[in-house]
C-alpha cells in the first residue's frame, strides 16, 4: 500500500474541518491552541497514514526486532520534526501561510515533553529517528513520566523549580494500547514447591501495578517506516476503596492508587533519601518488567515457544544501567513461566542483551541496598543471588585466591546490587560512545571484565540527527547547503564534506556569516519576549549549554570571565573583542553546590552589567529552562562551543556536535567526542587546551590547588572575590562553599577535583586565541564551514549502522 503527501489544498481543507467538527469555529474566531489541534492532527493523520502503509511488514518478514530501553527520551516537539520528516515542510508552510496562521506561534503551543532532561534522553531521541530513517525494526521504551525534571525559573540569581506538568492539556501524538497492558508486581514473599520433580517458586502477598502502554510514532524521513517509542503509564488495578470512602476516609480510600501511580508521576525523584531511592528502583523496575513482558509476548505470538529462535529475533538494548532489571526479569520469564533450564535461559538472556556505558564517574554506575531490592523484589534478588554465584564461581577458577579482585566484579558485593556489573556480565555486547571513553572502560572502569572476554568490548562514537539539528532547526543554513553542493547530502549526511572546497570561496564565506547573524537576531528576539534580555548581535557569541555538573566546569568558564571582566576594570586601556556568553543548565534540586554555580553565574553577570566599560564588551546571559526547543534555537545562533569538561570524565557528549554542524568553534580539551572532532577538523580549526585524561590521572597523586592559588595573581584575586563581598555585597560569604571545595577540599577529599584552577590559566589563553581569530573574518568563517563540513561524520545515521554492524544484526525491511 503506497502512501502520498498531502497538497497544499488538502492540508488547509483538513485543518478549516477540524477546527469546524472539532471547536464549531472558523479560522478567524479559533485560539492559537485550537489551531495547533487542528495542524497537528493534519499532521498525525499524514504520519499514521505512513505508519498504514507499512504496518506489519516485520512480522511478514519475520525480521528481528530491536527493543531500546532508556529511562530518557529527550524528544523535543515533533509538530516541525515530523513536517520535515514527510518532506513536506513547504506545502504545510505554505497552507499556513494563506490561511493566514503564524506557524512560529502554533509551533510554540505544544509542550515539550518531559520525557528525559540531558544527552542521554537526547541521544535515545536520535537513535529512534535514525532506527526509523534506514528502515530497522525497533520499539524504544521508558516511562510516560507524567510531569518532566522541573520547569526552571531563575530569581535573584537561584534557580527555582516549578512543576512540569506537560500532560496537563494531553498528548496529541500518543495512541493508548489498553489491550497490550501488563502486571508488574513488586514486595511480598517467595513460596517454594515442586512441580514434575522441580523446584519452583510461587510470589504470594505482592502488590499489582498495571503497565498501560501508550505509543508515539518515530517517522522514518523520507520514508513509510514507522517505529513506536513506547511509554508505560502506571495504573491501580483497585481504583478506589469504596468501603472506606463511604466511611468518610476519603484520604485512605485512595491511598493505594495514589501509592502505585506515583512510579509513573516524576522524571528523576529526588533520591537523597531512602523513600526516593526505592521510589526510583520501583521506576526502573516497572517499566524494564513492562518492556520485557511485551517483547516476549511479541515473539511468542509471532512464532509460538520457540526459545532457542529468541536472541535471533530480538535484541534488547540496556542504555545505561536504570534498565538493567530487564535482565533478570527475563530469567524470571524463561525461567519461571516458560519451564526454561537455568542453563539455558542464561544463555539466551545473555545473547539477547546489549549495555551501553555512558559514564565513568563512579556516583552514577548505580547500585541498589540488597535489602531493598530484596524486599520490593523478592524474586529478582533470588535470581541476582544465583546469577552472583555462578559469576563468583568462574571468576574464582580465573582469578583463585583474589577475593578483593572478585568482589569488586561481583554483581552483589558489600550490601549492594552492583548494577553496572550485572549489565557486563550478562550482556553480549557492551560499549564506550567514543573512542577515548572506551579506552578508559577497558584500561580502568572495567578492566578486570575486559581482560576475561575482550571480544566483549566495542567502541562506537555518539552521533546527532540532522534532521533536527540542522534541517529544522538552522534552515537558512539548511538552504545555503543545498545551493551549494545540492540536496544528496539531506539523505547522506557524511556528503556535507562536499562542502570543504567552499571554505575558501569568499562568496560562501560571507553568505554563511550572513546565516549565522539572521539566527542570532531570532535568538535576541525570543530571549526578548521571554526574558526581556537583549543581545548584542554583532559580538561572538559564546555557548555553555548542557547539564551543571562540577566535571563539565561550568565553573571554571566564570572564573575565566571575572578574570577578564578583572582586566577590564584595571585598566582602561584593556580590550577585549565583545563577546556575549550564555549560559544553559539546569542543576538537579538536591546538588547544592550545582545550584551554588549557577547563582555565581549570575552575581557575576550583574557585576559586568554594573560596570560601563566592561558592559561593553562582555554580557553574561543565563538562558532559563533550557530545553530541545531552546538548543534549537541557541545552537544555530552560536560562534563559540564550550566543551570543557575535565578530559576523562566526559563520555562523549552530543552538543558539540550540535554546535559543530551549525557552524561554532569548539574550545575543549581532548575529552569525549572532542578528540574524534579535532581529528576530523584539524587543529588548527578547533581551540584545545588543558590537561589530557592520561594527565589528569597522575595529577590525583600530584597536583595541588594551592600551588597555582599561590602563584598565578590572576587566580589569586578571583577566588578572593567569592569571599570578599565583590559579587554579593549583602552576603560576602555566600560562594565561600566553592572557595573551600576549589582550595581545601570537602570531608578531606581531594582540592579542586575536577581541576578548575589548573586548567584555567591554558583556558584563558586558548580564549584570548580565538578572540584574536574573530577579528579576522576570512580566517573565522572558513574554519566554522569546515566544521560544517566535517559534522557529518557525526550524524546518528552512521552511529546506527555501526551499533547494527556489530551489535544489533538487524535486516533493513523491504517497503
Not at 250 to 259: F, I, M, N, T, W
Request: aromatic share 10%; glycine share 6%.
Amino acid at each position: 500500500m503506497e502512501s502520498k503527501r498531502f497538497s497544499k489544498e488538502e492540508i488547509k481543507t483538513s485543518i478549516i474541518g477540524k477546527l469546524q467538527r472539532h471547536f464549531g469555529c472558523e479560522i478567524a474566531d479559533a485560539t492559537t491552541a485550537q489551531l495547533y489541534q487542528a495542524l497537528a492532527s493534519t499532521v498525525r493523520d499524514e504520519v499514521m497514514a505512513r505508519r498504514t502503509a507499512s504496518r506489519g511488514e516485520r512480522k511478514k518478514q519475520q525480521a528481528k526486532k530491536l527493543y531500546y530501553l532508556s529511562a530518557e527520551f529527550l524528544t523535543g516537539r515533533a509538530l516541525h520534526n515530523n513536517m520535515v520528516a514527510l518532506v513536506n515542510e513547504r506545502a504545510y508552510r505554505e497552507a499556513l501561510d494563506e490561511l493566514g496562521i503564524d506557524k512560529s506561534l502554533i509551533f510554540e503551543q505544544e509542550p515539550e515533553p518531559g520525557l528525559g532532561n540531558g544527552g542521554l534522553g537526547r541521544l535515545a531521541a536520535c537513535f529512534l529517528d535514525s532506527l526509523s530513517t534506514l528502515k530497522l525494526p525497533a520499539m524504544g521504551c521508558t516511562i510516560r513520566y507524567e510531569y518532566g525534571l522541573f520547569r526552571q525559573h531563575i530569581v535573584d540569581g537561584y534557580q527555582v523549580e516549578l512543576p512540569d506538568n506537560w500532560l496537563e492539556n494531553g498528548n496529541m501524538w500518543e495512541i493508548c494500547r489498553p489491550a497490550e497492558t501488563v502486571e508488574v508486581h513488586f514486595g511480598g514473599y517467595l513460596q517454594e514447591y515442586h512441580e514434575n520433580g522441580r523446584l519452583k517458586y510461587r510470589h504470594l502477598d505482592y502488590k499489582t501495578v498495571q503497565a498501560v502502554p501508550y505509543d508515539t510514532p518515530v517517522l522514518g524521513y523520507d520514508s513509510t517506516m514507522v517505529n513506536m517509542l513506547r511509554t508505560w503509564s502506571a495504573r491501580s488495578p483497585k481504583k478506589i476503596d469504596m468501603q472506606q470512602f463511604n466511611r468518610g476516609q476519603y484520604v485512605q480510600a485512595l491511598e493505594e492508587k495514589e501509592l502505585c501511580e506515583v512510579i509513573s508521576k516524576v522524571l528523576y525523584p529526588e533520591d537523597n533519601h531512602y523513600e526516593g531511592k526505592e521510589l526510583r528502583l520501583k521506576q526502573q523496575y516497572f517499566f524494564s518488567s513492562a518492556s520485557v513482558q511485551h517483547a516476549v509476548n511479541d515473539f511468542e505470538r509471532t512464532y509460538g515457544p520457540r526459545w532457542s529462535l529468541l536472541p535471533d529475533k530480538v535484541a534488547l538494548h540496556v542504555n545505561d544501567t536504570h534498565p538493567g532489571m530487564a535482565i533478570p526479569e527475563l530469567m524470571r520469564i524463561l525461567v519461571d513461566e516458560k519451564n526454561l533450564p537455568w542453563e539455558v535461559a542464561e544463555d539466551i538472556t545473555r545473547r539477547c542483551f546489549a549495555y551501553t556505558n555512558h559514564t565513568v564517574m563512579q556516583e552514577a554506575l548505580e547500585k541498589w541496598p540488597e535489602d531493598m531490592v530484596r524486599m520490593q523484589l523478592p524474586r529478582i534478588y533470588m535470581i541476582l543471588q544465583e546469577l552472583n554465584r555462578r559469576e563468583c564461581q568462574a571468576l574464582w577458577n580465573t582469578y583463585p585466591g583474589q577475593w578483593e579482585r572478585i568482589g569488586h566484579m561481583a554483581i552483589l558485593a558489600y550490601g549492594q546490587v552492583h548494577m553496572a556489573n550485572l549489565c557486563v556480565y550478562m550482556s553480549h555486547s557492551v560499549n564506550g560512545v567514543s573512542r577515548i571513553h572506551t579506552d578508559i572502560l577497558r584500561r580502568q572502569t572495567f578492566k578486570d571484565f575486559y581482560v576475561r572476554e575482550p571480544e566483549k568490548f566495542v567502541s562506537i562514537t555518539n552521533g546527532i540527527t540532522h534532521r533536527r539539528w540542522l534541517m529544522q532547526c538552522n534552515p537558512g543554513l539548511a538552504d545555503l547547503i543545498d545551493e551549494a553542493i545540492g540536496q544528496a547530502w539531506r539523505k547522506e549526511p557524511e556528503r556535507l564534506s562536499d562542502l570543504m572546497p567552499f571554505a575558501d570561496d569568499a562568496a560562501f564565506r560571507e553568505k554563511f556569516a550572513t546565516v549565522k547573524l539572521q539566527n542570532k537576531e531570532r535568538l535576541s528576539s525570543v530571549l526578548s519576549r521571554v526574558q526581556g534580555v537583549s543581545l548584542r548581535t554583532d559580538a561572538i557569541l559564546d555557548a555553555q549549554a548542557k547539564r551543571l555538573h562540577e566535571y563539565k566546569r561550568q565553573l571554571m568558564n566564570i572564573l575565566g570571565i571575572l578574570v577578564q571582566y578583572n582586566r577590564i576594570a584595571d585598566n582602561p586601556n584593556y580590550e577585549i573583542t565583545p563577546r556575549t556568553f550564555v549560559f544553559a543548565a539546569k542543576a538537579a534540586p538536591g546538588y547544592y553546590r550545582a545550584k551554588l554555580i549557577i547563582r555565581l553565574i549570575n552575581a557575576v553577570a550583574k557585576l559586568i552589567e554594573s560596570h560601563p566599560r566592561a558592559r561593553e564588551m562582555m554580557q553574561v546571559v543565563f538562558l532559563e529552562n533550557y530545553c530541545v526547543s531552546a538548543a534549537e534555537i541557541l545552537m544555530p545562533a552560536s560562534n563559540v562551543s564550550e566543551q570543557i569538561s575535565t578530559a576523562g570524565k566526559e563520555a562523549s557528549g552530543t552538543g558539540n556536535m550540535k554546535f559543530m554542524m551549525n557552524g561554532a568553534l569548539t574550545i575543549g580539551t581532548l575529552d569525549g567526542a572532542n578528540v574524534e572532532i579535532a581529528e576530523r577538523v584539524g587543529k588548527d580549526n578547533i581551540y584545545i587546551f588543558g590537561l589530557t585524561a592520561q594527565e589528569v590521572e597522575q595529577g590525583y597523586s600530584t597536583y595541588h590547588a594551592h600551588e597555582v592559588y599561590e602563584t598565578n595573581a590572576e587566580i589569586r584575586r578571583v577566588m578572593e572575590q567569592l569571599i570578599d563581598g565583590t559579587l554579593c555585597p549583602e552576603n560576602p560569604r555566600a560562594f565561600q562553599e566553592l572557595y573551600h571545595a576549589l582550595l581545601f577540599g570537602d570531608g578531606g577529599g581531594m582540592a579542586d577535583p575536577y581541576f578548575v584552577l589548573k586548567d584555567l590559566p591554558a583556558y584563558i589563553q586558548a580564549q584570548t586565541a580565538l578572540s584574536q581569530d574573530y577579528l579576522n573574518p576570512d580566517k573565522w568563517w572558513k574554519m566554522a564551514i569546515i566544521n560544517t563540513a566535517q559534522s557529518g561524520y557525526f550524524a546518528s545515521d552512521r552511529t546506527i549502522r555501526e551499533y547494527n554492524d556489530k551489535i544489533w544484526h538487524l535486516k533493513e525491511l523491504k517497503l
